[in-house]
């Protein structure tokens, strides 16, 4: 079982930036393969960026590649996700989760648990 807590939210300008961050309980952290996902007000929930569990693969959506960047620290069970360049569009609820499937994944079906979020809205 793993626990994740969100933190870093806020309300930025658009250009500005903001570091999340995704805090996780359990010794067993390090085995996951680790996403972010956003969802909009109204809209679905959207994959953002994932990261293997050595930190050695990321993968991005195409509306974050070049501006967002996902990283790991396994000694300190976190997970992170610098944004750069925000737009208004980055509006939404940013939630961390993580897969025990062991491959890097856009779909978040294949998430086994996941955060409550953490809200990060950008002014135009």
């Known amino acids: 079982q793993v626990q994740l807590v969100e933190s870093g939210g806020g309300l930025v300008q658009a250009g500005g930036s903001l570091r999340l961050s995704c805090a996780a309980s359990?010794?067993?952290?390090?085995?996951?393969?680790m996403g972010w996902f956003r969802q909009a007000p109204g809209k679905e929930r959207d994959f953002v960026a994932a990261?293997?569990?050595?930190?050695?693969?990321?993968y991005y959506a195409d509306s974050v590649k070049g501006r967002f960047t996902i990283s790991r620290d396994n000694a300190k069970n976190t997970v992170y996700l610098q944004m750069n360049s925000l737009k208004p569009e980055d509006t939404g609820v940013y939630s961390c989760?993580?897969?025990?499937?062991?491959?890097?994944?856009?779909?978040?079906?294949?998430?086994?648990?996941w955060g409550q979020g953490t809200q990060v809205t950008v002014s135009s």
């Open positions: 990261i293997n569990w050595r930190g050695s693969s990321t």
């Open positions: 359990g010794r067993t952290f390090s085995v996951y393969n």
């Open positions: 989760a993580a897969d025990r499937s062991g491959k890097l994944s856009a779909t978040s079906y294949d998430y086994d648990y």
